[in-house]
């Protein structure tokens, strides 16, 4: 059978290389790398002027999606003022990926977002964000790490059964769940790590660290065994599309 088609999420931004200084579609290679590790073929999805619609063809076309980390989220996306701490918005990029969060869960294709990926599933299903965390990285430019502990009987617990040391960079945390949410790992000072929509045919999984920078796949392998269940069971169109039947969001 193929491997189940991942895709990532990824954002623009100036780049240089040799003569080069131009507009580059970037994501750190840990990302497509955990991918393959975990038994995935990865693509990247570069941010689109028309989300909807093309988030919606977009996620027709894989088998599972993956919601990078990276900038703040915009506190007007969950009706909050900017902390002074909090960083420039990224509108382009929250509208693409909230775009295919909505597309994702809509058409039942697995979804795991990864740090700020975590906190953008909260808000697009209603929930809010806390702007600003001490003691969540190793520093300016340097990853963490601390323990993470699962709440028995979620998927999140199914896949990491016990509790695990994380590589962690974030400095904002889920606040008030968004709709249908639960959360299912905790830090040790009672921070939310881990989230999901439980009772789907999909899985809906967010988490709060970056398990790109470490040597777990498990969390990847999750999310890929539930993109191959989802190619093996979902009836396809002639042009490889899945037939599945979608939820709307609320």
């Given at each position: 059978m193929p491997r189940p088609v991942i895709g990532i999420s990824t954002y623009q931004d100036p780049a240089r290389w040799g003569v080069w200084e131009m507009p580059a579609v970037l994501l750190p290679a840990a990302y497509p790398r955990l991918v393959r590790a975990a038994g995935g073929l990865a693509v990247l999805l570069p941010?689109?002027?028309?989300?909807?619609?093309?988030?919606?063809?977009?996620?027709?076309?894989?088998?599972?999606?993956?919601?990078?980390?990276?900038?703040?989220?915009?506190?007007?996306?969950?009706?909050?003022?900017?902390?002074?701490?909090?960083?420039?918005?990224?509108?382009?990029?929250?509208?693409?990926?909230?775009?295919?969060?909505?597309?994702?869960?809509?058409?039942?294709?697995?979804?795991?977002?990864?740090?700020?990926?975590?906190?953008?599933?909260?808000?697009?299903?209603?929930?809010?964000?806390?702007?600003?965390?001490?003691?969540?990285?190793?520093g300016l430019g340097v990853f963490g790490s601390h323990l993470v502990t699962p709440v028995t009987g979620t998927a999140y617990a199914d896949a990491v059964p016990e509790t695990a040391m994380v590589p962690a960079y974030h400095h904002q945390a889920v606040d008030r769940l968004g709709t249908g949410l639960v959360a299912s790992a905790h830090a040790p000072d009672g921070t939310v790590e881990a989230l999901e929509l439980p009772d789907r045919a999909s899985l809906v999984l967010g988490v709060q660290w970056h398990p790109e920078m470490g040597q777990d796949t498990r969390v990847m392998a999750a999310l890929v065994r539930a993109a191959g269940e989802r190619v093996a069971s979902t009836p396809r169109t002639p042009d490889g599309r899945s037939r599945a039947p979608r939820t709307p969001v609320s």
């Open positions: 941010p689109d002027d028309d989300a909807e619609d093309a988030a919606r063809d977009t996620v027709a076309a894989l088998d599972g999606l993956v919601i990078a980390g990276g900038a703040d989220v915009e506190p007007a996306r969950y009706g909050a003022v900017a902390d002074p701490r909090t960083g420039p918005p990224a509108r382009e990029r929250d509208a693409w990926e909230l775009a295919l969060i909505r597309a994702a869960i809509d058409q039942q294709v697995p979804l795991l977002g990864i740090c700020r990926g975590m906190q953008l599933l909260n808000v697009a299903l209603g929930g809010t964000l806390i702007q600003h965390l001490e003691d969540h990285t190793g």
